[in-house]
């Protein structure tokens, strides 16, 4: 017994002795889409300074504004990256932790891109017809305004336009950022073009998300877990299949897979930065003011960030997929950004 | 039993021999079918991952003359440490590749001749220079690696046939390698950035030493915590306690515990040893608690298994000349258990090794370039790199990916050779 107790007296010692004292590293939480970007910053920033690599940890958008919103210190993360803007209630909570000073940085915007395997023809369709596809309730087709289960099979009942093979359309959880991006923008577009549901908007704003956000569950529609590679893998061996993933996926894969035009725009970088194409979110990161000067570096990252050799259209995370910003809000950014100039949410 | 009924007696037993055969022959089959099948799965993947995998343990290297003049380098006369990590290795590198290709004037075809040299060839020389200031101004003749789209034409991984649009290593770079190759400049050698650096985002530059450091740091808090523990209580609770409804409820506890998703010990293992005790984060000290909770089971449960089988008559013999409990626990009992202790402690230890899961509400699941080298230095294992690895976009992390699924099966061979060498070394039979 008395070894049982020795020995849990060592642990809670070398627990103790381990307790974290000054940090040395910046310590970055957050969306994982924004992680292939900013850790490029992070390895580059580690190579070129005086400082540490900082270590980023890819928890998602929302588990790491929770992370964030903690509290002020060296044992919370000083900065979380965002494939969304900041919520309300997340900006509350931060507060009344005691976070108060953050400064928002807009970097650019990553591309959704539907995309089918390259031994197929290339597609066109609008976010009407995506929505018509992938939506659980559409209007009959046979007339009236009323929602019925998605009768819909092959992507020519939805537009004759559209060639005579079954809709299987492979995209991520619900977990994944991507496909809230996705539902959120390729999807509720769609559903603004039909009259009878964009009614309902106005009248009763619940129901028209409902409906709008939510995806069929007849197999239609095949969840493939959060992995992009796994997505492109298997449109590779299903040529009828379309599969939801990042744009930077399909540059690194354009020899096994195509995009899908939709309204008429292709995903490239340009119809993607002047925002012509319409599936593209913006991506953030956020950093707490209260530990530049504590934590050693963080302001110098932040010029690394947003410097032109990184994220201007010629820097390199645009060769990494990311779409810059244009140049002018990049240059007016970057100096309140150099200022330290802090949000407000209205 | 008259003799008529014995006859029919064995006329029923021959009659339903046949059928016995065949039952047998069925089961046998059915196993042999069993067996053959795992193997062809596991034959497989071991075949696909080492087939993936296998060139990443080589890297093309391209020679470059690189001039280290200061005015290229942007530093001045003597410059400091400062200077010299900032100083522009990049602009070197690619004045050398125009020299090497005057031709190449539009910007966009000059965009495509920097990216056969890899983003991180820069640091190559940055690191030389750094060791050896007296560099500046020399021309250097190096070695550097060569970018990931040029890394995967070079190992024949990209079809020169297609369409130029549907390439992402164009026309005018396969002229330029197939020159190059042709003067001897561009080389095939063994890739040992892989087994020297920790975790970058550009693949040629990317290796796994960090990852392979924090799985052995890991590995050790666990091991130096959770075997004394486990082994102390095996032997309190199999030897000295009393059996009564307290021990009964704890060891129904300890199998439950066995049980529980290592996802929750990583979220205790967040509340106690992060959010109370206040421990770093991403540390491989919070790692190995956490493991070491998720271990300590396995090892009790096996611990009094193998105490268990220590026949009685050795403890009664040691009692009848007159040793006390404690020595007969210690001089003969435990020694005879050992080798079963030790191998459920290394397949415990090789069942830690393999987690992800409870490491992710600790932070370990983290780019982290810097090699650990203490128990709080921020660092993540090799089973999270390779699910980071998987999930990136650039191709080169493929064969990474593979690469490092080899070294961590390695690992777990080398710890189950060793499971088997000490239970076969030690092991006694009665």
Not at chain 1, 101 to 125: K, Y
Not at chain 2, 283 to 300: E, F, K, N, Q, Y
């Amino acid at each position: 017994m008395s070894k049982i107790g020795l020995t849990i007296a060592g642990m809670l010692l070398c627990t103790t002795v381990g307790a974290q004292s000054a940090r040395d590293q910046i310590s970055i939480v957050g969306s994982s889409t924004v992680y292939p970007f900013a850790t490029v910053v992070a390895e580059r920033f580690g190579q070129t300074s005086q400082y540490k690599t900082p270590k980023i940890e890819s928890t998602g958008s929302g588990g790491g504004m929770k992370l964030f919103c903690n509290g002020i210190g060296v044992q919370h993360p000083d900065i979380t990256n965002s494939s969304r803007r900041i919520k309300k209630g997340e900006f509350e909570s931060c507060k009344a932790n005691g976070v108060t000073d953050i400064i928002e940085v807009l970097i650019g915007f990553d591309g959704i891109t539907l995309a089918n395997s390259v031994d197929s023809d290339q597609l066109e369709m609008s976010r009407k017809d995506i929505f018509l596809a992938l939506a659980k309730q559409v209007p009959d087709p046979n007339g009236g305004d009323e929602l019925i289960d998605n009768p819909y099979e092959d992507w020519s009942d939805v537009n004759p336009e559209l060639p005579e093979i079954k809709i299987e359309v492979i995209g991520p959880p619900p977990t994944s950022g991507t496909r809230d991006a996705f539902v959120e923008l390729a999807m509720e577009g769609g559903c603004k073009d039909i009259e009878s549901i964009a009614a309902i908007e106005k009248t009763d704003k619940d129901s028209f998300k409902e409906i709008c956000h939510t995806v069929r569950e007849d197999g239609a529609f095949i969840e493939a877990g959060e992995n992009d590679n796994l997505i492109v893998q298997k449109l590779e061996a299903n040529p009828d299949a379309l599969g939801i993933f990042g744009f930077s996926f399909l540059e690194q894969n354009s020899d096994l897979v195509q995009p899908t035009y939709i309204d008429g725009f292709e995903p490239t970088f340009e119809s993607i930065s002047d925002g012509s194409y319409p599936v593209s979110r913006p991506l953030y990161f956020y950093v707490k003011k209260a530990h530049i000067g504590v934590i050693p570096g963080i302001a110098e990252y932040l010029l690394e960030f947003t410097s032109e050799g990184s994220w201007g259209e010629e820097g390199y995370l645009a060769d990494k997929g990311m779409i810059p910003l244009d140049e002018d809000t990049r240059l007016s950014s970057a100096e309140s950004i150099a200022n330290f100039e802090t949000m407000t949410l209205d | 039993m008259n003799a008529q009924e014995e006859l029919n007696t064995t006329e029923v037993v021959r009659g339903s021999l046949k059928r016995r055969y065949a039952r047998e022959k069925r089961f046998r089959l059915f196993g042999l079918a069993a067996i053959t099948a795992s193997l062809t799965f596991l034959a497989v993947l071991l075949i696909t991952i080492t087939a993936r995998g296998l060139p990443a343990f080589k890297q093309t290297f391209i020679q470059l003359e690189v001039t280290l003049d200061s005015k290229t380098l942007g530093v001045g006369e003597n410059p400091d440490t400062n200077e010299l990590r900032r100083a522009n290795y990049n602009g070197a590198i690619k004045k050398s590749l125009t020299t090497l290709f005057p031709d190449v004037k539009k910007r966009k075809d000059k965009k495509a001749l920097y990216k056969l040299v890899s983003k991180g060839g820069q640091y190559d020389l940055q690191k030389r220079v750094m060791a050896d200031p007296s560099l500046v101004g020399e021309t250097l003749k190096v070695w550097l690696p060569v970018g990931d789209d040029t890394n995967s034409y070079i190992q024949g991984n990209i079809d020169s046939s297609l369409p130029e649009k549907k390439r992402r290593f164009k026309d005018n770079q396969i002229l330029w390698v197939d020159q190059l190759t042709e003067d001897k400049q561009i080389q095939r050698r063994f890739n040992s950035t892989f087994f020297e650096r920790g975790d970058s985002r550009e693949p040629e530059m990317a290796g796994i030493k960090g990852s392979l450091f924090g799985s052995m740091l890991t590995l050790m808090v666990t091991l130096l915590l959770s075997f004394p523990v486990a082994v102390a209580t095996a032997i309190y609770l199999e030897e000295f306690a009393p059996k009564n409804r307290w021990t009964d409820l704890i060891e129904v506890n300890i199998n439950n515990l066995a049980a529980v998703p290592s996802i929750v010990f990583g979220l205790l293992g967040l509340a106690i040893f992060i959010n109370f005790f206040n421990l770093p984060r991403s540390a491989p000290i919070v790692g190995g608690l956490v493991l070491s909770l998720m271990t300590l089971p396995t090892i009790i449960i096996s611990a009094r298994a193998a105490l268990k089988s220590v026949p009685p008559s050795i403890r009664d013999a040691a009692l009848g000349v007159g040793a006390s409990k404690l020595q007969v626990v210690f001089h003969h009992v435990l020694p005879l258990a050992m080798p079963g202790i030790l191998t459920g402690t290394i397949i415990g230890m090789a069942q830690a090794l393999g987690e992800t899961a409870p490491l992710l509400m600790i932070g370990m699941v983290a780019f982290i370039v810097d090699v650990p080298t203490s128990l709080t230095d921020p660092a993540t294992v090799l089973p999270v790199q390779i699910y980071q690895w998987a999930d990136l976009p650039e191709k080169g992390f493929v064969e990474k990916t593979s690469a490092a699924i080899m070294v961590l099966l390695a690992f777990l061979i080398v710890m189950n050779a060793a499971a088997v060498y000490l239970r076969r070394k030690f092991e006694r039979k009665w």
